[in-house]
C-alpha cells in the first residue's frame, strides 16, 4: 500500500534588521520568497522541487487584513503566485489564508490531511512581513513601489474576522489586542488573588526563559536577554502599555520576517529522493474556534484552545508528559499560561515553551508566527531523533486555536476532524450581558490604556442581578483612583449614555 502520511520534508526563514550592514528594506513578496526557496533546498532532493508543488498556501500580511486595506507601498494582488514566479512554481491552486496566527498550523493540519486522503501530492505553505521596513522608510519620508500585477488562479478565503470581538467591549475602547487580553490577564490575576507586583514578576518569570531562547536564534528581532524583574518594572523604555503590560511583555510587530513548510506524503518525498532524516511526521492536531470574548463564562482563561491541545495529543496517542519542546504562541503572556495550565504543566517544569523565542522577543510576525514556529520546531526535533514537539498556534483573543505534534519518529496515522470538538465549544452556556449597563457592580477584569493622549479605563464585572457590563471612563478622577488602587473587586456606580455605553461614575475599592 501506499505509504501517503503526510510529512514536513523542508522548511525555511528569511529575515533582515535595519540596522543590519546588508540591509536591503526587501518587501513581503521578497521575503516569503526567499523563506520559500529555503524550504525548497532544506528538503535536500537531488532535483527541483519547486515544479512539484500542488498548492501555494499563503498566511495575509497585517496590512491586507482588513476591508479597504491599502497597503502603503502598494501589494501584489495575488501573493502567493508572486511568490510562486519567483521560485519557478506553477501550482494549480493557490490560496490566501484568513485573518489569525492560527493560520499556519491550521493550514499544516488541512493539507496534512489532503495529503493523507491522496487528493494532493505537495503543498507548500508561506507568509511574511516587513512591518518593520515599512515604519522604518516611513519615518525617513521614504517611499517604494512593492505593487504587483501577477493575476492568476486565487482562492481567497476572506478577511475570517466575523465574531472574533463584540460591540459590547469595542463600543467602550477594548478593540485592540493589547486591551483585550489585558482583561483576560487581569482576570487571571483576580483567580490568582495576586497584586499588581507579584502577577508583573509572574508574567517576567515566564518570559524571561523565552529571552535566552530569542538570544541564539539569527531570525530573532530581538536578542537581548532579560531577567524577570527587568521584565516586570517599569521604566522609561519599559513603558506600561494596557494594565498589566509593560511593553516588553507584548508582541513585538516591527518585525522583517518570512518562513515557509513543505509538505507531502512519505512515499512522494521518497520518490523524489528527500533522504529520510528530513522528514518530520505530524502524529496529530486538531482546529478550534472559541466564540466572542464577551460571551465567554470564564475570561481569565480559553479552555477551546486547551481543548484542542488535548485532543491533538490524543490523536498522536500520547500525554502531554511525552513531550519534550513546545511553542505556545506567546502574543501576551495569557496565551501561554492558558495552555500551559491547562495542560497541567507546572511552573517549574523545565521544558521550553518556545523554540524560537517567542512573539515578543522573536517577533510577532504578523499571522504568520506559528510558520517560524514550526520551522524552528522541524530542526530542532531533527536534531534531537525520536523527540516530540507540540505547536500551539492561536488566532484572534484567545479565539482560534490550532496544534499540530510533531516528530521525526513514524506516525500512525489515523486522520482527525475537529467538528465535534468545535460543537462540543458551541454548547458551552454564555452569560447574559446587560446592553446599556446601569446601578451598582463589581468589577471582575480591567484594563488602563495608556495609548492616548490620557489613560482611559476600561472594566468588565457583574451588575447585581448577575448580568455581566462592560463599562468605561476617561473620567481624570476615576481612572486616577483606579490606577491608586486595585480595581479587581472594586464597587462601581455606572450610567448609560444615549450611544449605549456604559460609564463608571463612581469606584470604591474592594477592602
Same mark, same amino acid.
Given at each position: 500500500?501506499?505509504? +501517503? ?9 528569511a ?16 521575503l516569503?520568497? /526567499?523563506? &520559500? ?33 491599502? !497597503? ?13 514566479k ?17 493560520? !499556519? ?55 475570517g474576522?466575523?465574531g472574533?470581538?463584540?460591540?459590547? /467591549? ?22 490568582l ?7 508583573? +514578576?509572574?508574567?517576567g ?50 518585525a ?12 512522494? &518525498?521518497?520518490? /523524489?529522493?528527500? !533522504? ?76 521550553? +515553551? ?5 512573539l ?7 499571522n ?6 514550526? &520551522? ?21 483573543? +484567545? ?16 486522520g482527525?476532524?475537529?467538528a ?92
Amino acid at each position: 500500500m501506499a505509504d +501517503l502520511r503526510p510529512v514536513i520534508i523542508g522548511v525555511g526563514e528569511a529575515s533582515e534588521r535595519i540596522d543590519a550592514p546588508d540591509y536591503k528594506a526587501l518587501s513581503p513578496v521578497a521575503l516569503a520568497a /526567499l523563506a &520559500a526557496q529555503a524550504a525548497l533546498d532544506d528538503a535536500d532532493a537531488p532535483e527541483a522541487l519547486a515544479p512539484h508543488v500542488d498548492v501555494i498556501a499563503a498566511i495575509r500580511q497585517f496590512e491586507v487584513s482588513g476591508p479597504g486595506a491599502k !497597503p502603503p507601498f502598494g501589494a501584489a494582488d495575488n501573493f502567493p503566485r508572486a511568490v510562486a514566479k519567483r521560485i519557478g512554481a506553477d501550482p494549480a491552486r493557490a490560496i490566501l489564508e484568513p485573518v489569525g496566527g492560527q493560520g !499556519p498550523q491550521h493550514l499544516v493540519n488541512e493539507f496534512a490531511q489532503a495529503i493523507a486522503r491522496g487528493e494532493m501530492g505537495m503543498a507548500l505553505l508561506v507568509g511574511s512581513e516587513a512591518i518593520s521596513t515599512v515604519r522604518h522608510l516611513a519615518s525617513k519620508g521614504e517611499s517604494r513601489d512593492w505593487a504587483e500585477t501577477v493575476g492568476g488562479q486565487l482562492e481567497d478565503r476572506g478577511f475570517g474576522v466575523e465574531g472574533l470581538n463584540s460591540q459590547a /467591549l469595542s463600543r467602550h475602547g477594548a478593540r485592540t489586542p493589547i486591551s483585550v487580553y489585558a482583561l483576560f490577564e487581569n482576570a487571571r490575576r483576580a483567580k490568582l488573588k495576586l497584586g499588581r507586583e507579584a502577577y508583573a +514578576l509572574e508574567m517576567g518569570r515566564l518570559f524571561s526563559p523565552f529571552t535566552r531562547v530569542a538570544a541564539g536564534n539569527p531570525h530573532a528581532m530581538s536578542r537581548e536577554i532579560y531577567k524577570p524583574d527587568e521584565l516586570a518594572t517599569v521604566t522609561a523604555p519599559n513603558r506600561l502599555t494596557s494594565d498589566p503590560f509593560p511593553r516588553r511583555m507584548v508582541a513585538r510587530d516591527q518585525a522583517n520576517q518570512g518562513a515557509a513548510v513543505l509538505l507531502t506524503s512519505a512515499d512522494r &518525498a521518497r520518490a /523524489l529522493g528527500v !533522504p529520510e532524516h528530513r522528514l518530520v511526521y505530524l502524529h496529530g492536531g486538531a482546529d478550534v474556534k472559541e466564540r466572542a470574548p464577551i460571551e465567554r463564562q470564564d475570561l481569565s482563561s480559553s479552555p477551546a484552545s486547551v481543548l484542542a491541545a488535548k485532543r491533538a495529543l490524543d490523536v498522536a496517542g500520547m500525554s502531554v508528559d511525552e513531550i519534550d519542546l513546545f511553542d505556545l504562541y506567546s502574543c501576551f503572556p495569557i496565551a501561554v499560561f492558558n495552555v500551559r495550565d491547562g495542560l497541567g504543566i507546572s511552573s517549574t517544569d523545565l521544558r521550553p +515553551l518556545t523554540v524560537t523565542g517567542g512573539l515578543p522577543f522573536f517577533g510577532g510576525a504578523g499571522n504568520n508566527y506559528s510558520m517560524h514556529a514550526i &520551522a524552528s520546531m522541524v530542526r530542532a526535533l531533527r536534531h534531537h531523533p525520536g523527540d516530540v514537539g507540540l505547536v500551539g498556534a492561536n488566532g484572534g483573543f +484567545l479565539s482560534k486555536y490550532s496544534v499540530g505534534v510533531y516528530s521525526t519518529k513514524p506516525s500512525h496515522w489515523t486522520g482527525f476532524e475537529s467538528a465535534g470538538l468545535q460543537a462540543q465549544v458551541d454548547a458551552w452556556p454564555a452569560p447574559t450581558v446587560a446592553a446599556a449597563a446601569a446601578g451598582e457592580g463589581i468589577i471582575e477584569t480591567y484594563t488602563i490604556d495608556y495609548a492616548g493622549p490620557a489613560p482611559h479605563a476600561v472594566a468588565v464585572g457583574r451588575l447585581a442581578g448577575g448580568e455581566r457590563f462592560v463599562a468605561m471612563s476617561d473620567a481624570p478622577d476615576i481612572v486616577d483612583a483606579m490606577i491608586a488602587a486595585d480595581p479587581l473587586g472594586a464597587k462601581v456606580t455606572l450610567a448609560a449614555d444615549e450611544n449605549g455605553r456604559s460609564h463608571i461614575k463612581a469606584f470604591t475599592p474592594a477592602a
